[in-house]
């Protein structure tokens, strides 16, 4: 394997508008980040991935960008940006940001410019037609909406107010590729790629929805053929000139293409996140994970990459709902089931990711009233759901379990006035539990999330074979336990853990030295519910 900086750096994600506020406005901004990155600097991160400050109606947060080449105002100005980045190369950090290429939002110059006729010279740059298909949107209901001034629909695969730009047009793309190489310019070190396997759409043998009603249409609308040549292109045109980190939001790409879009000769970017991991439980599904599919998948990943590409890895981001409180226990074992998921996925062949507050342990909110919910997604699934006539409380259950707003709340600096992240209302409620789950209380612990979260990323990086050495399942009598090596020409490391509240019998392999456990201290005969442990062991 090639050696580079990216492989070896671990990524921390800044969902900025919940960070920290620094000019008590009750909405976190870039003078925050400023702020706490001495913080990231003593966890031992390498890389920041931003996501989207740009000029925003914030319909989705920031997701709908109405300029990209502006700050939105709420976040503060491109002085401030210019400063924050100069800050984090001061710090020899790495920065990236959300570069979002499938969408802009309706209020930007272009969708103006293409609704306002139909002979503008960008109504191309948009997908416009005389009858939509019946495709779906991934925030539910219909993915065109109908426009009144030029009496076409559009597409907008997200929000209503977030039309998807068209790929096949050559001015759109060039558009694209000179904002991205002026960011490069500017000095960013890469980009993560928002939605980017939806770029290329396939409207052939799809009906309207005159009486059938929408589905969701991935194979027309997901890693479609002929994307990998827009794909090529953009990097060609940007990327491929600078030295910087891709990291592509790829739902729908699977193993078997894998060295066509990240292999390290032939691929169109460094890395991907994939998407198998979030489908092993359904929304209405109780809590929990399936540890023998779930080493199915991720040993998959990690064999079909080995020596060929490299893996993003990630557990936690602003889409999902908190981990701990999806395939962990966030009552009895809170800690020890947010340290064991942390060293499964932590130490495996590629580069991790750590969402803001997943390092202490963050868990969903027990918010029960639909209207602390403020996720447009969310309340898009709330409203098609009830009219497809599903109760109230079964709908609010799942929208408990798997709202993206619980991974947005506020982050809980300190267990006082508003968690230390604002000196006023925050836009999104706290989570009650900031008042003892927080980086303050938990910097003094040794044996806290926190501080495990430092431990591990310490051992990353003194042993290279947990970066660059290959990846092996171990076979254990036990299917919550979760074990694998990691080996090279010189070390070989063993990782375990019990995703589980269950007592396993357990022997450490003959030489084994204990490198790290969540318990503290090892018990020699058993592995006890949520332990993780990392052994040396003989070579």
């Known amino acids: 394997m090639k050696k580079t900086w990216w492989k070896e750096a671990v990524v921390y994600q800044i969902y900025p508008r919940s960070f920290k506020d620094s000019d008590g406005d009750g909405i976190g901004d870039l003078k925050g980040v400023m702020q706490k990155l001495d913080y990231l600097v003593e966890l031992g991160i390498d890389v920041i991935w931003i996501c989207p400050m740009y000029k925003s109606p914030n319909i989705d ?298 390092e202490i342990g963050m868990t969903n909110a027990p918010f029960e009233d639909l209207v602390l919910y403020h996720d447009v997604k969310t309340l898009n699934f709330y409203r098609y759901k009830k009219a497809e006539g599903i109760e109230h409380e079964a709908i609010m259950q799942m929208i408990k379990m798997n709202s993206r707003d619980h991974s947005r709340t506020p982050m809980q600096w300190q267990g006082e006035g508003y968690g230390g992240f604002s000196t006023s209302k925050p836009w999104l409620d706290l989570n009650p539990n900031y008042t003892w789950l927080n980086v303050e209380a938990q910097r003094q612990n040794s044996l806290s999330v926190l501080n495990l979260y430092k431990q591990m990323v310490a051992l990353r990086k003194n042993k290279e074979v947990l970066v660059y050495g290959a990846y092996k399942l171990f076979k254990t009598w036990y299917s919550c336990v979760y074990a694998y090596t990691r080996e090279d020409e010189k070390e070989k490391v063993l990782v375990l853990s019990n995703l589980k509240d269950e007592l396993c019998a357990w022997s450490p392999p003959e030489a084994a030295v204990l490198l790290l456990c969540n318990y503290g201290a090892e018990d020699p005969y058993s592995l006890r519910p949520y332990e993780a442990r990392v052994y040396q062991l003989k070579k």
């Open 61 to 358: 947060n920031g997701y709908d960008i109405s300029d990209f080449q502006d700050i939105m105002e709420e976040m503060g100005t491109m002085d401030d940006f210019d400063r924050l980045l100069d800050a984090v190369h001061k710090r020899g950090m790495k920065l990236i940001l959300d570069l979002v290429l499938n969408h802009t939002s309706d209020e930007h110059p272009w969708f103006i410019e293409s609704r306002s006729s139909r002979d503008n010279p960008k109504r191309d740059w948009y997908i416009w037609r005389e009858e939509p298909t019946n495709w779906e949107s991934i925030f539910s209901g219909p993915a065109w909406t109908f426009d009144e001034t030029t009496r076409q629909y559009y597409l907008h695969l997200y929000a209503e107010k977030q039309p998807d730009v068209n790929w096949e047009n050559p001015d759109l793309r060039r558009a694209l590729y000179d904002m991205t190489t002026w960011w490069l310019d500017k000095g960013v070190d890469g980009f993560r790629l928002d939605a980017i396997s939806h770029i290329k759409k396939d409207y052939s043998n799809m009906p309207n929805p005159k009486g059938r009603g929408y589905v969701p249409a991935w194979e027309k609308m997901t890693d479609v053929e002929g994307i990998l040549d827009f794909l090529k292109e953009l990097r060609e045109e940007t990327f491929a000139k600078y030295d910087v980190m891709t990291v592509g939001e790829a739902n729908g790409v699977t193993t078997d293409e894998i060295d066509e879009w990240i292999g390290e000769e032939h691929g169109v970017m460094d890395m991907l996140f994939q998407f198998e991991t979030w489908y092993l439980r359904k929304p209405d599904e109780p809590c929990g994970v399936n540890v023998d599919a779930l080493k199915g998948v991720l040993t998959r990943w990690q064999e079909a990459a080995q020596g060929i590409s490299w893996n993003a890895l990630y557990v936690e981001n602003h889409d999902r709902s908190r981990i701990v409180s999806t395939w962990g226990d966030d009552t009895v074992y809170w800690r020890e089931s947010a340290t064991a998921v942390g060293f499964m996925y932590f130490f495996m062949q590629g580069t991790p990711f750590i969402y803001q507050g997943q």
